[in-house]
């Protein structure tokens, strides 16, 4: 007995059986997908989750393919972390068809952020946030590290006493992991308008090493920005989230770009001092933008190599816009003018109120993640779009990327076989998960 290795999770090949009759490989179990709606709110159904004869255990969510992507799309495989779905949540990479690659289900009751493929020691790994989210818009978890072999090289812990955040994970050349840390403390609101004797979420940026864990850098946000620079009020009940830190990028420079949604702001910090070095939006800009190129309630800013920036401006909770964007910046630092150069919108708008990554691609085109929305695109670099996936009902992706990937699992193809049919072939199943 002799099985084709296929590339995909989803089983592909022929089978032949004991040197006699070809059998068809099926490819899936289960009925086809149903294309969901738009709206984050819509009731997801069984066909939205893909099962295998081959791997049971697996039950991943179904994607759609609303638009198959053009000739001209980027290469590269989808790096996807879905939630909140009828299927199991957990990190995957999947196909322009969204036939599933590679998927590892994450435990129940957990969820997984922030996965893609980065670079450490010089090799690629996979990398993502693992852990429980809280009723308050943060994580408390860890990152997890994998190697081509899908082997688990390395768990990253915050450290400190603190659990790590969903919002980031960056792997450094310096063999260090820049993440965030949300920590409750005791504050006086009442420049807020909120208790003398109140509560807030101070965002923390983080960076440890990874080997052994000691961190090197740690900057809060409290100590260095004023409450007041936030756009949201203090809420009733539950501590003030004056800063909500969602992003970070190491710039040209060695110091960091930080993406603030609770204060409409980018700050740059010095990564020795912790000094504010500028920043861009909100109350305190020390910008002035151009026409179209003010955003708000921002998520994933990120330096490109033109020196431009990048950003998904969602504009949503509270709203201030009728839809989302990603956009590209030019700072001039002579001038302190921050213009639009390039936007990006989903056809008819989508106003997204959480989550969400602008991701540039070699050759100019733009890959994103629409996250509450449910979307995921690439648009070329004047804004067509090329390729448009789907999420089911309920179910999201925090960010999603067009990456480059080879895997080589250490375990062998699983193979299942079904009764003999009436003329004598034998139906097969067959699968290897990445």
């Known amino acids: 007995m002799r099985a084709v290795r296929p590339r995909y999770l989803v089983p592909l090949g022929v089978l032949l059986v004991a040197g006699a009759a070809v059998v068809v490989v099926v490819l899936l179990t289960g009925s086809s997908g149903s294309k969901g709606t738009s709206k984050p709110t819509a009731k997801a159904d069984a066909a939205d989750v893909v099962h295998f004869h081959s791997r049971p255990d697996l039950t991943p969510n179904r994607l759609t393919v ?158 260095h920005v004023p409450l007041t620079a936030g756009e949201t009020p203090p809420p009733k009940t539950s501590p003030h989230d004056f800063f909500h830190v969602n992003s970070i990028d190491v710039d040209h420079d060695g110091n960091l770009l930080v993406s603030s949604r609770n204060t409409f702001a980018v700050y740059k910090i010095n990564r020795r001092s912790g000094r504010v070095m500028w920043v861009l939006g909100g109350k305190r800009s020390d910008f002035r933008f151009g026409p179209g190129a003010k955003f708000a309630l921002q998520h994933d800013v990120r330096r490109q190599p033109n020196g431009t920036i990048t950003l998904f401006d969602n504009e949503a909770t509270p709203k201030q816009a009728p839809q989302s964007r990603g956009i590209v910046l030019r700072l001039n630092m002579k001038t302190h003018v921050a213009s639009l150069v390039r936007q990006y919108t989903y056809p008819g708008g989508l106003l997204v109120v959480a989550e969400g990554n602008v991701q540039e691609l070699r050759g100019g085109d733009v890959f994103m993640s629409w996250g509450a929305q449910r979307h995921v695109t690439e648009f070329s670099h004047g804004g067509r779009l090329l390729f448009d996936l789907e999420t089911p009902a309920g179910a999201d992706t925090y960010r999603a990327y067009r990456l480059p990937w080879s895997g080589a699992p250490t375990t062998r193809p699983t193979l299942v076989l079904g009764t003999h049919a009436s003329d004598g072939t034998l139906t097969a199943w067959s699968s290897w998960n990445g």
């Open 66 to 223: 609303v638009k198959p992507a053009a000739k001209s799309v980027a290469k590269g495989k989808i790096f996807l972390a879905i939630k909140n779905g009828p299927g199991q949540s957990g990190p995957e990479i999947v196909d322009d068809k969204g036939r599933v690659i590679w998927f590892h289900p994450v435990p129940k009751g957990l969820a997984a952020f922030s996965f893609r493929q980065q670079t450490y020691e010089g090799k690629p790994v996979l990398v993502w946030w693992q852990g429980r989210s809280t009723g308050y818009g943060h994580g408390l978890g860890e990152y997890v590290v994998m190697n081509r072999h899908y082997k688990v090289i390395a768990t990253i812990k915050a450290g400190g006493g603190l659990q790590g955040d969903h919002h980031e994970i960056q792997l450094t050349k310096r063999g260090t992991a820049l993440f965030t840390v949300y920590r409750e403390r005791p504050a006086n609101l009442s420049k807020v308008g909120g208790k003398k004797n109140g509560q807030l979420w101070d965002s923390i940026v983080r960076e440890v090493d990874v080997k052994t864990g000691r961190i090197v850098f740690s900057w809060s946000a409290y100590a």
